[in-house]
């Protein structure tokens, strides 16, 4: 009997004629970013409100800041309306001349200088009594809650109001403070008057409106840290400094990374405090990097938007090497986040 062997003889040209035809005749399989977006196309549809408000009111400012840094821009050649005149822009592209104007100007030494000073005494004291009040309040003790509540107060409370009420504190004639000095036969003390006590008196502002965040941020990772490692060490021997140093610091390493870098930036940038408090004063003691750009655009005459849009490129570029250098040391310690 003859036995047919055409496709027995040969599965591998069979299967790969299948593979054509199937090749030839089914559709393609979708990209890799097509997939995704089909996948998920619900959780883009929800993200992308976002997306565009956060590119209109963070990204093109942003880009329009960048340009604005490479112009000559100013109040008196920017496009502008007067009535029914319309007067185009006159300004032209200077390139990076306002850069090297701003790095060649003593003024941005001693600002720099002065945020930086400002931006280290405030997070490293933050730091320090969040920690401790997290320490404390981690604890059980009767009135737990309420203690917690009255700390995390400041931060509720929106920052000009309480730099207002501190600027009330501060009257050199009237304020709180002077007050109960005056009742101790000392006399009235110029805490904005004074460029010494201004620059101590805006920090102590700035101190008392970070511990809040500090203090949420570290009982919180204080929290994370199983009690078996603290018991444990008790049992051999460790002494508090010892438990504390082994085992909370580390414990609290990622959390601690993450606040300072956000308290550093924050407090870099804090305009409200300076501004409100001291307006940079007594004479320009008190003036931080971002507050001097603000005063180019919106206080000088005539306002010198290019000058103001290179000291905030400036800025950002400041922040983003620290970002980086201060990743990196992370890294080094072998704390990637």
Not at 38 to 56: D, E, K, N, S
Not at 274 to 292: A, F, H, M, N, Q
Request: charged letters at 15%.
């Amino acid at each position: 009997m003859a036995v047919d062997t055409s496709r027995s003889a040969h599965p591998a040209a069979g299967a790969k004629s299948t593979r054509g035809r199937v090749r030839r005749t089914g559709d393609k399989p979708p990209g890799r970013i097509r997939a995704v977006l089909t996948r998920h196309w619900y959780a883009w549809a929800m993200v992308a409100p976002v997306v565009i408000v956060i590119g209109l009111i963070i990204g093109y400012p942003l880009v329009r800041g960048v340009y604005l840094s490479l112009t000559d821009a100013n109040e008196a050649n920017v496009e502008r309306t007067i009535g029914v005149n319309h007067i185009p822009a006159t300004y032209q592209t200077v390139g990076l001349d306002n850069f090297q104007a701003i790095l060649e100007d003593p003024v941005f030494w001693d600002r720099l200088s002065w945020t930086a000073t400002w931006t280290l005494s405030c997070v490293a004291v933050t730091f320090a009594l969040g920690l401790g009040l997290a320490i404390l309040l981690n604890r059980r003790f009767a009135g737990r809650t309420v203690y917690r509540s009255l700390l995390i107060l400041p931060w509720a409370v929106p920052a000009f109001v309480s730099v207002f009420a501190w600027r009330l504190l501060y009257n050199e004639k009237n304020g709180i403070l002077n007050k109960v000095l005056e009742g101790g036969g000392i006399d009235a003390v110029p805490w904005l008057n004074d460029p010494t006590l201004a620059k101590v008196s805006v920090i102590a502002v700035n101190i008392w409106l970070g511990v809040p965040f500090m203090l949420v941020a570290l009982l919180g990772g204080l929290q994370s840290i199983p009690g078996e490692l603290y018991e444990a060490a008790e049992m051999d021997g460790a002494s508090p400094w010892q438990r504390f140093r082994h085992i909370t610091l580390p414990g609290l390493r990622s959390v601690s990374s993450t606040v300072i870098l956000l308290s550093t930036i924050w407090t870099f940038n804090m305009f409200a405090v300076i501004y409100l408090l001291t307006r940079g004063g007594p004479g320009d003691s008190t003036e931080i990097l971002v507050t001097y750009a603000y005063r180019l655009s919106f206080v000088n005459s005539p306002r010198d938007f290019a000058g103001a849009s290179s000291w905030g490129v400036l800025i950002l570029i400041i922040l983003m090497l620290f970002a980086v250098v201060y990743r990196r040391s992370l890294r080094k310690q072998g704390e990637v986040w």
